[in-house]
């Protein structure tokens, strides 16, 4: 099984929808973070947390809030969904043992498409 | 602010061919930098990072990349490219007082011609 899972993998909603992207991880690291990745751009930080109750915004939050339910899950909502919005949407996980270089585990993505 | 910039959106070499895909950093003080491999359809996964420890580092999969402090320059390169090597490749700099974020550049597709 997949260490960083991501649901759902593949989503169509239209302007206006709230939409909620899930992710898990079985990696028990403590850090956990939600890019965009938009053709041309690289990945670009939305949120990131350091534990359940440290959550932080990343460069590009407006939009996009995120809950930490548990070490972990950690979850990315859009309120409501603008076009501008369609993207592919990764979550990833640290583990702070490797002290300040820390390697980041991704998940599979998810593919966000607002009509 | 730190960045990363990646020369080129697209690189295409033949099987066999010296594979050399660029990355230079801006930073005040020497950071710690990856790279990135993203096969179609999945996730990111690491090839490999300088944490200072030596210039030249090596990764999985018969890369490797030099750090040159003199040219700001962090280039990845395998003697010879295989057709599984198609890839987005994405080169990344985190601050050394701030290691857990990780500043991503643009991304090079790597095209690798039979």
């Known amino acids: 099984d997949a260490d960083v899972t991501q649901t759902p993998r593949n989503r169509i909603t239209k302007t206006g929808k709230r939409i909620m992207l899930e992710c898990s991880q079985t990696k028990g690291h403590d850090r956990m973070y939600w890019y965009r990745q938009d053709p041309g751009l690289g990945l670009r930080l939305i949120y990131y947390s350091f534990d359940v109750k440290d959550i932080n915004k990343g460069e590009i939050s407006d939009g996009y809030s995120v809950s930490r339910q548990a070490q972990a899950k950690f979850s990315l909502s859009l309120e409501s969904a603008i076009p501008n919005q369609t993207a592919l949407y990764f979550c990833?996980?640290?583990?702070?043992?490797?002290?300040?270089?820390?390697?980041?585990?991704f998940g599979p993505g998810t593919r966000l498409t607002v009509l | 602010a730190q960045s990363v910039t990646q020369l080129g959106s697209h690189v295409s070499v033949s099987e066999g061919a010296l594979v050399l895909l660029r990355c230079n950093y801006s930073s005040s003080v020497p950071p710690y930098l990856f790279w990135y491999v993203q096969y179609p359809n999945q996730g990111l996964q690491l090839l490999l990072k300088?944490?200072?420890?030596?210039?030249l580092v090596k990764g999985i999969n018969g890369f490797e990349a030099e750090f040159k402090k003199s040219e700001t320059s962090f280039h990845l390169t395998k003697p010879s490219a295989h057709m599984s090597d198609a890839a987005e490749y994405f080169c990344?700099?985190?601050?050394?007082?701030?290691?857990?974020?990780?500043?991503f550049g643009s991304g090079t597709r790597l095209l690798v011609r039979p």
């Open positions: 990833a996980t640290s583990d702070t043992t490797q002290g300040v270089t820390d390697t980041q585990y």
């Open positions: 300088y944490t200072s420890a030596a210039t």
């Open positions: 990344a700099v985190s601050p050394y007082d701030s290691s857990y974020k990780l500043i």
